[in-house]
C-alpha cells in the first residue's frame, strides 16, 4: 500500500513543475529559432525540442497582407529574424492559440523596431507599452513606412470593413 505522504508528495511535485511541452511561461524568456514569417506581426519559430510555435508579437497590430504595407511589414519582420536566433518572452496566449510575446534578436526589441520602422501599429486597445507609444509618435512624425500614406487605415479597422464585405450565408 502506498504511504499517504508519498502519494501527497507526488502529487505537489507534479503540479508544480511543468510539463514536457509546455510553452515558455509568462515572464519567462526562451531562445527560438524563426522559421517562418506569415505577416508583419507574426511569426513561426522552433524551440529546443524541435517544437514549432506561431507567435503573435505582443503589443503591435501590423497591416494585412491585402492593405497598403502589409507586404512591407511582412518583408521588415522577416529581414528582422527569418532564420535568427530569437528570445521569446512569452505573455500568454491569444485567442487563437499564438504565443502573446516580446522578441528580441541581438538584443534589439523586434515589436518596438516594427513600430519605429512605422511598418506596425501600437496596439493601444491591448497595450499600454510606453515604449511603443514613443516608438509611433516619432515614426509618425517623420513619416516613416505607413506614416507617409496621407490616410493609414489601422488593420483593425481594415479587418472590421473587409468582414462588411463578405457576402453573409443564406439564412441569415
Request: charged residues 30%; proline residues 4%.
Amino acid at each position: 500500500m502506498l504511504d499517504r505522504r508519498a502519494v501527497f508528495a507526488a502529487f505537489v511535485l507534479a503540479r508544480l513543475l511543468p510539463a514536457a511541452d509546455a510553452v515558455v511561461f509568462a515572464g519567462d524568456a526562451a531562445t527560438w529559432r524563426v522559421v517562418g514569417i506569415h505577416d508583419g506581426d507574426t511569426l513561426s519559430a522552433i524551440d529546443e525540442r524541435k517544437v514549432q510555435h506561431k507567435i503573435r508579437l505582443q503589443g503591435i497590430d501590423a497591416p494585412e497582407l491585402g492593405q497598403a504595407f502589409g507586404t512591407k511589414s511582412r518583408d521588415r519582420l522577416a529581414a528582422l529574424t527569418k532564420g535568427k536566433s530569437v528570445e521569446v518572452e512569452s505573455h500568454g496566449e491569444d485567442r487563437f492559440g499564438r504565443t502573446l510575446a516580446r522578441v528580441t534578436v541581438g538584443g534589439r526589441d523586434v515589436n518596438r523596431e516594427m513600430v519605429a520602422a512605422g511598418m506596425a501599429w501600437h496596439y493601444t486597445r491591448y497595450s499600454d507599452d510606453k515604449a511603443l507609444a514613443a516608438a509611433q509618435r516619432k515614426a509618425k512624425a517623420s513619416q516613416r513606412g505607413l506614416w507617409a500614406d496621407a490616410h493609414p487605415v489601422p488593420p483593425w479597422e481594415w479587418r472590421a470593413t473587409e468582414r462588411d464585405r463578405k457576402p453573409q450565408p443564406a439564412g441569415r
